[in-house]
């Protein structure tokens, strides 16, 4: 049987539709959610967030400027207010990601929800465009709520996560300092290394995607908002960019300043393809770190076998006992998403025709969504995967010491050719190299397990 919804009839400038009874939405919205039926996917709630918190920082900019009357300001800013503290009213801002490519319908969806809410609220008659937009575009305000929601997100959720994982890998590395094991190169034998020369690697990785990350922080938090339109602030108060910039860093504890030209900001989205470069570096990162530690895992018996990630759950649903690098593959899983993510906001960052880019929607969601990726995989990685790792010492020992490589430390001594022989010849007979060095040069014992000594060689 058809559920039948009640409606009720709403107007906009193109005529009446019937809108659901209890939306907080209206015409505009309704038209867009008809028109855009691509994905069912709606923005994100951090972008609707902070598109409220936009909202309420430019009401309070007009009410101190003067352009909007004290109980239509005040009303505004309680509705944005209600609409933050109840996650559950975001059932109200149900627009798809594929809509117009300026994002229009996602700000009218803000302004009709806000203005009903306010109204409701106050019983003080809020308008969506006159009240709610005032000093306003979309053309302004949806670039400056993709900073905004960037901003929050690299501030609240990746950097910590990022700093987290660093102060786990350093952690793990001071408590497996001891061990030692064969180096690859190629995915070859090669010298040995520090167990914590190895994990400094990913370290000094992550340490400078903070760094890069924390860089782009002021472009990020430079606005757009005050161009209006095209960029030349039609309909703005002129002191309206700087007044709302003061207000929204004193409601989000963010450092938000005006651009220095609208135009640019409007027209293009380069520190968002900037922003967006920097996330797929740390996913290259994230499946380099990822990569290790399933390799290192691997086996236990036919592999490598060097640690042991924690056992998480099983791993198979017809082998018995089989446990899996699960929370590496979904990092690596995770870390591929964000390139993609990276292409297509690349792809949305060129559609900056004349004075306004039009991809501004898929732009803010991918962008997002990779900042959401990388803050969870890095904190999985760190608490469910490196954190808990234990060292098979037996099989790192096991190959250490018949590794002909360790026969480079001769190079200076008996030369490249002599100490190439000494190694074919160790491989050959599945020997320790210092039994074969010894038979083949003149140095005594006692030098060679010094000069051969695995721990030695991983410092000058």
């Keep these: 049987m058809e559920n039948k919804v009640n409606t009720r009839i709403e107007k906009d400038s193109m005529g009446e539709l019937h809108v659901p009874e209890d939306a907080l939405y209206g015409a505009q919205t309704q038209r867009a959610v008809d028109n855009f039926p691509v994905s069912g996917k709606a923005m994100p709630m951090g972008f609707i967030q902070a598109l409220i918190k936009v909202k309420k920082a430019a009401a309070q900019a007009n009410l101190e400027l003067a352009t909007l009357e004290q109980p239509v300001g005040d009303a505004i800013c309680s509705a944005c207010d209600q609409l933050l503290a109840d996650p559950t009213l975001m059932r109200h801002f149900p627009v798809d990601v594929f809509q117009t490519g300026s994002g229009t319908s996602t700000n009218m969806n803000a302004n009709e929800v806000i203005a009903r809410l306010a109204t409701q609220l106050t019983g003080t008659e809020v308008h969506p465009n006159d009240h709610v937009n005032y000093g306003q575009s979309s053309n302004d305000i949806i670039p400056t709520t993709i900073h905004v929601s960037a901003a929050i997100a690299v501030k609240e959720s990746l950097l910590p996560a990022a700093s987290h994982l660093y102060t786990v890998i350093n952690q793990k590395a ?227 010491h018949k590794n002909p490589i360790l026969v480079t430390a001769l190079n200076p001594i008996i030369g490249y050719n002599r100490a190439a022989d000494i190694a074919k010849a160790a491989y050959k007979s599945q020997r320790p190299i210092l039994d074969v060095a010894l038979e083949m040069t003149d140095i005594p014992e006692s030098e060679l397990k010094v000069l051969l000594d695995p721990r030695k060689l991983t410092s000058n």
């Design 174 to 400: 001071q408590a497996v300092g001891d061990y030692c094991k064969t180096g690859r190169t190629h995915l070859m034998d090669a010298m040995p290394v520090r167990m914590d020369q190895s994990l400094s690697g990913w370290q000094a990785q992550i340490a400078q995607q903070i760094k890069s990350l924390s860089a782009l922080q002021p472009a990020i938090q430079t606005l757009a908002l005050g161009g209006t339109a095209v960029g030349t602030g039609v309909n703005a108060h002129p002191e309206f960019a700087n007044c709302f910039n003061q207000a929204l860093t004193r409601l989000t504890n963010i450092a938000f300043q005006p651009a220095d030209n609208f135009f640019a900001l409007i027209a293009s989205q380069d520190t968002a393809v900037s922003l967006s470069g920097i996330l797929k570096s740390y996913a290259v990162t994230i499946m380099k770190i990822a990569n290790d530690l399933r390799w290192m895992n691997s086996g236990p018996l036919a592999g490598l076998g060097e640690i042991s990630l924690p056992a998480l759950q099983p791993g198979s649903s017809i082998m018995p006992g089989k446990v899996n690098p699960v929370i590496p593959e979904a990092a690596a899983m995770a870390a591929a998403q964000v390139m993609g993510n990276d292409y297509a906001i690349t792809v949305g960052g060129q559609s900056g025709n004349f004075e306004l880019n039009v991809m501004l929607p898929v732009i803010a969601s991918n962008l997002l969504d990779s900042i959401t990726l990388l803050s969870n995989s890095s904190t999985l990685l760190a608490d469910k995967a490196i954190k808990g790792f234990t060292v098979n010492q037996d099989n790192l020992e096991k190959a250490l």
